[in-house]
């Protein structure tokens, strides 16, 4: 599956952005959906994942109650929406696909999409 992630831009701290994740496929509805964030000279680090269902969501402890994440089957698409920023959210924020269970760990995704720009700055 093809996975496009669009979205980011600059925002000041403690403004919002809202990021999507697009899949070429309605095969998309059988995969678990993370996102990850990597900034230079840091190892990707884990934001967020929704199961199939999207009965299941799990956060980092870094972005619980600010980050959400949507999952709209009928549209390919997961969206995460990013509120009360700060400028340690600046990254590259990516989505992946797996059909693991294990939803932390980048290992465990197959698919990847292109990364999108997340700058927050004043």
């Known amino acids: 599956v093809q996975l496009q992630a669009s979205g980011g831009g600059t925002v000041e701290p403690g403004g919002s952005l809202r990021l999507s994740c697009a899949a070429s496929?309605?095969?998309?509805?059988?995969?678990?959906i993370g996102w990850f964030r990597q900034t230079p000279g840091k190892e990707r680090e884990f934001v967020a994942a929704?199961?199939?269902?999207?009965?299941?969501?799990l956060y980092a402890d870094s972005v619980k109650g600010r980050f959400t994440v949507t999952r709209k089957n009928a549209e390919n698409t997961v969206y995460l929406q990013m509120n009360a920023l700060k400028p340690e959210d600046t990254a590259v924020y990516s989505c992946?696909?797996?059909?693991?269970?294990?939803?932390?760990?980048?290992?465990?995704?197959?698919?990847w999409g292109q990364g999108t720009l997340v700058t927050v700055s004043s």
């Open positions: 929704v199961r199939q269902s999207a009965g299941s969501i």
């Open positions: 992946a696909a797996t059909r693991s269970v294990a939803l932390t760990a980048e290992h465990n995704y197959y698919y």
């Open positions: 496929e309605s095969s998309f509805r059988t995969y678990a």
